[in-house]
């Protein structure tokens, strides 16, 4: 083949690729993430054996009033009803529901919080490296870092607000050079509703001095997505799963039922907003899942073999799919960041060999 003629197949495969991404609407990616919320309620709502173990009286709680239904589907609807009546009936999918043959599971081996969340954000599980919660900042560069220096859009293009504080380590190999927001954090905002939950922060002390309440981390990234145009940004929920270490179920329920009415906010501000209405993707997921049992429902790690599979969920202008996935391949953990890359128009994978490669199936069925 001659020089020119390679060049020409060079500049067509550019120009396909430039094509293909070209057809997408999306110029904006919210990563949502419920800590160890597992696929046994996401699916199937309130657990009634569950609920029993932990407490006999179960059926005399509010809980069990609000959320017990004689089926899974009208439990789920009503543990989480705006997910599963509105976003994954009219606008998302989700992948997961084993009992449709659905599988989603992560890639990483060890099955609790640090390694899943670095495994979301940078495509690539590193069990040889990140083999504890206290690792101290990531080493390796997360989407956050990556979009960062893709926009060159100053600090506010791409954030992150979560409740638990070791995403001050874990979102960025980078500290600095944008906003990364958690735990009991704050920092210097001319935004007076921002200073107030910071202030307010501080003196709503949650159960766990590394956790803030996630009522904080939402009403934080919800202001900052009001008054920054931000292309990229993870809000990381957690009470689901402290409230499960602690074997609260009643509370582990509420808490699902809350993230959910915050979805359901933070869907109001995308379609009121112009600046992310018709322009802004969703994936809501989960950094590990528990056991199946009533004596490992409240653990996960290692020692939990069940704790590998999780959900995901994906709401977007450019994914024609709704409601379960059914009798698909599995999909993992890994998958996640550069799935999102290239809703942004960024192959993730030209930079970094390594990383999982985008669902194809998202992108299958247009």
Not at 60 to 81: C, D, F, Q, S, V
Not at 277 to 285: P, Y
Not at 336 to 342: D, E, F, K, S, V
Not at 349 to 360: F, L, Q, R
């Amino acid at each position: 083949m001659t020089t020119r003629a390679i060049l020409i197949v060079c500049l067509a495969l550019l120009f396909t690729a430039v094509a293909s991404f070209g057809q997408l609407r999306t110029e904006n990616v919210i990563l949502v993430t419920l800590d160890g919320a597992r696929t046994q309620e996401v699916f199937g709502g309130l657990d009634a054996e569950v609920f029993r173990s932990v407490n006999k009286n179960f059926t005399a709680t509010a809980a069990y009033k609000n959320y017990n239904a004689p089926t899974a589907k009208e439990r789920r609807e009503r543990l989480m009803p705006f997910f599963w009546r509105t976003l994954m009936t009219k606008f998302g999918s989700i992948a997961g529901n084993r009992e449709l043959g659905s599988q989603a599971k992560t890639t990483n081996q060890l099955f609790f919080s640090y390694p899943g969340y670095s495994e979301i954000l940078t495509g690539q599980a590193h069990d040889d490296v990140i083999k504890s919660n206290d690792h101290p900042q990531n080493p390796f560069p997360t989407i956050l870092d990556r979009l960062h220096a893709k926009f060159a859009a100053g600090p506010n293009a791409v954030a992150e607000f979560s409740s638990w504080d070791a995403f001050m380590r874990i979102a960025t190999s980078k500290p600095g050079s944008f906003v990364v927001n958690a735990g009991y954090e704050s920092f210097d905002t001319d935004d007076p509703a921002m200073r107030e939950l910071f202030r307010l922060q501080s003196q709503v002390l949650s159960p766990w001095p590394s956790v803030r309440h996630d009522y904080f981390t939402f009403k934080l990234a919800k202001a900052h997505l009001q008054k920054h145009r931000t292309r990229f940004i993870h809000i990381g929920f957690d009470e689901t799963d402290d409230y499960a270490h602690d074997k609260n179920y009643e509370r582990v329920l509420d808490s699902l039922h809350m993230t959910d009415s915050w979805l359901k906010e933070l869907w109001d501000l995308i379609e009121r907003d112009p600046r992310y209405r018709a322009r802004t993707s969703l994936v809501i997921t989960v950094d590990h899942g528990r056991g199946n049992t009533t004596s490992d429902w409240s653990d996960h790690g290692k020692d939990v073999p069940e704790a590998q599979y999780i959900w995901m969920a994906f709401v977007s202008p450019d994914i024609p799919l709704r409601g379960e996935w059914r009798d698909t391949e599995t999909v993992y953990q890994n998958q996640i960041a550069a799935t999102i890359c290239r809703l942004l128009q960024f192959d993730l994978n030209s930079v970094d060999t390594g990383s999982g490669k985008p669902i194809k199936r998202l992108f299958a069925e247009k």
